[in-house]
């Protein structure tokens, strides 16, 4: 779908596109349902966005079992019986929940209708800085969509990526492998 999203960008086949909705709300239960679709195999994506990227077919039958999610959710609520200094503390819960669609959402949504553009990539796609950092450097979306393959998604010399430090610090470790090192 991430494939899908920059050959599409902003136009009707872009799975998640905030400028053929009326709301968040409603452009969420879209991607979910083009991507459950996917992984029932309901609906087959287009040879282009076809393989190239590691697949994990047991992996993801397990994962995709409620069992898992379920004993995600006890691990973090145990987490919480553990280290909460106090019972308010549980109300974060939900947040750890949705954490994921939820920060994608806002990513889609947010990075393509507010902020900059450092360059013309033929759609709407934004920077959102200062609320970037955040969301960890995911709200670069117009540098993210100029250069997708890059590790930082900072361009100029007033934003920062938060987590393209820590790649290049896991990298010089050798605990993963950078492609490329992007000149700033």
């Known amino acids: 779908m991430h494939r899908m999203h920059h050959t599409y960008s902003d ?5 998640h596109s905030p400028h053929f909705f009326k709301d968040i709300w409603s452009m969420m ?5 083009i991507y459950m679709d996917y992984v029932t195999h309901k609906t ?3 040879e282009a966005f076809k ?5 994990w077919p047991a992996l993801d039958k397990i994962a995709d079992t409620w069992i898992v999610r379920v004993s995600f959710a006890a691990c973090y609520i ?5 280290f ?9 819960l939900p947040i750890e929940f949705l954490m994921g669609p939820v920060q994608g959402a806002i990513v889609n949504w947010c990075g393509h209708k507010y902020g900059y553009s450092n360059f013309d990539n033929g759609d709407h796609s934004k920077n959102s800085t200062p609320f970037d950092f955040f969301l960890l450097g995911e709200l670069f ?7 997708p393959n890059s590790p930082s998604f900072a361009k100029r010399w007033f934003e920062i990526d938060p987590t393209y430090p820590v790649m ?10 950078l492609r490329r090192v992007p000149v700033k």
């Open 11 to 15: 136009t009707e086949k872009d799975p």
């Open 29 to 33: 239960v879209q991607t979910k349902n």
């Open 44 to 46: 087959e994506p287009e």
């Open 51 to 55: 393989g190239n990227y590691p697949e």
């Open 78 to 82: 145990a987490f919480y019986v553990a």
């Open 84 to 92: 909460a200094p106090s019972y308010w503390w549980f109300l974060l």
């Open 141 to 147: 979306q117009n540098n993210h969509h100029k250069s």
């Open 168 to 177: 290049l610090a896991l990298n010089k470790l050798g605990i993963i492998k």
